[in-house]
């Protein structure tokens, strides 16, 4: 096995070898390391869902790393159905970017697809044992049997004094119309409601006509307007096999068997909504860029997440959404909090059996675990897009302009791939709010000066409601209300939970009916949020549960436990 035999490659040397024309044997371009080494300048297949297709060499920011790892990515964006099939016929790429558990890690591993790196971790990887310890040590004693063949992402370090810019998945509600009314009380759900529907009734259509909601949702990400915000605010987190984690506790409590869980709860909610004419009917069958498109044009005036706000142009200045405090208990995932061991097996970077240079591309994920690495990925280039400035990292030239003027100078400079920030984000383990040596977030754009430099007039007349002008920006009147014990957010103690994540699959027949089940509820939703009262929703509910369990359905809760217990145990040994 070749180790440590790729040194660093400067812009001097790289440019020395292309205008040299220095070749290896086999005819491919290499270039002159910094120990006299020729350094072969190769190109890794690079696979995933969230993939951009094309070649990195297109962008600034793959020029870097060809420049920095004699590297070229060739990224191509594929479906999950499609990776599937490359999968079962042994024609994997590269480098496989897996999301959302859609593809079993524990079935390529089983089927010698994968390579495994604990040969090349051995000598190498100081930046994947440093800062991924957790993560590495799941990846081969939980799930690789005791050899590493995965790299989970989002592995994420907790910074309490950076809150979001205002918070992450509750239900956001239109501000200026809360102050039109003069800031009533929201104690209880069926004032919230009550509320909700004083604010329709005062503003009934928009500018252009169309009818107003107070709640809406979409139908092309299955359950999740009911599974998450609600849930969320009542202190639960969603898992895998249709559980919900309790946020106390950390044990499981099944979404759809128990009667008084928070997904009836939250079906409940929606249900009062749709009887006061507050809960818009075309939730049930428009996707989610319509959903967003109803928040942006004031249609809709609670929104679920807080990346989606109206649009100012179309709404007034002061249009926009934050977490009124009051109705609900939680408000979970305010700031960064610690996740050391990622998105596990589900969201994870693996390297195909295929790959003629697995040890590059274990370089390059090394790399990606850098300081320099993730930065690179999430902010752009050092020099050109930000630098050290008096002893502080800070934005400069065309990403500042396009930061500082809300992408009107230089518009899709981070989004249209020209630059590459952004595009290559998922090949860095490391979440975006990371602390690199230099104190700040991994996207600088995150750190506390850049979200100061984006408070508006109606964030700070949000933050002197609530604090009298102690927060400077909404998610610091949320992290104040925490801390003077007014609101809950994530359980602080790591054990809590832990075992959850370190969950093995159930059987593929319990997968098979779980899934039947989540099927079913999906196409029952709009159903039992249309029941005409009370009893036609009690009773609607104890059908959808009845007919739930006559798919077999003990069998999911009865692995889904087994699998916990043992868990539990493998939770023991990270402690």
Known sequence: MRRNLWKKVTSATLCAAMVGGIMVSNGALAVQ??????????????????????????????????????????????????????????????????????????????????????????????????????????SKDIIGGGSTYFIPTNVQTE??????????????????????????????????????KQMVDAHPTTADGKKVYALSGWSDWGIWPYMISYPFDMGYTNSGNNQFINNETGEFEDMFTVEDGPLWKALSFYNKAYRMGIMDPEAFTMKNSQYD??????????????????????????????MIPGTFPYAMQIYPYANPLGYQAANALVISAN?????RAMELIEFMTSDEGARLVRTGVPGEDWDVVDGEPELIGKRLENFTSNDKEYSGYTTDGVQGIGKYKWLSPLWETNQCADGEPVDLTLSKKYVLSSV???????CNYYTDGKAQYPGEVYKQLVDEGKLKTNNEDPAVGLAATLMQPISDEATRIGNKASEYVQANIAKIITCEDDDAFAAQREKMISDINAMGYDQVLEEVQANFEDAKAAAETFK
């Not at 790959?355 to 040890?359: F, L, N, S």
Request: charged share 35%; aromatic share 10%; with cysteine.
């Open 33 to 138: 390391a910094e120990e006299g080494e020729e350094k072969e300048v190769i190109t890794l297949r690079v696979m995933g869902e969230t993939g951009m297709d094309g070649i990195s060499t297109d962008d600034a920011v793959g020029r870097y790393i060809k420049e920095k790892l004699g590297i070229v990515l060739e990224y191509t964006n594929v479906s999950t159905d499609r990776l599937k099939v490359m999968a079962s016929g042994g024609d994997l790429p590269d480098i496989v970017e897996l999301h959302n558990g859609d593809i079993d890690v524990k079935n390529l591993i089983d089927a010698g697809s994968l390579w495994a790196m604990d040969d090349w971790l051995a000598e190498n990887g100081d930046n994947l044992k440093e800062k991924l310890p957790d993560a590495l040590k799941y």
């Open 159 to 196: 910074n309490k004094d950076l809150p979001n810019k205002n918070g992450f998945v509750v239900f956001f509600t239109r501000w200026d119309y809360y102050k039109e009314l003069g800031y009533p009380d929201v104690s209880t759900e069926d004032k919230y409601l009550d509320v909700l």
């Open 293 to 322: 498109d109803k928040i942006k044009n004031g249609e809709v005036l609670v929104c679920n997440y807080n990346w989606t706000q109206p649009d100012k142009n179309i709404c007034g200045e002061d249009a926009a959404m934050y």
């Open 355 to 359: 790959c003629e240079y697995p040890e």
């Open 456 to 462: 508006t007039e109606i964030d700070k007349d949000f």
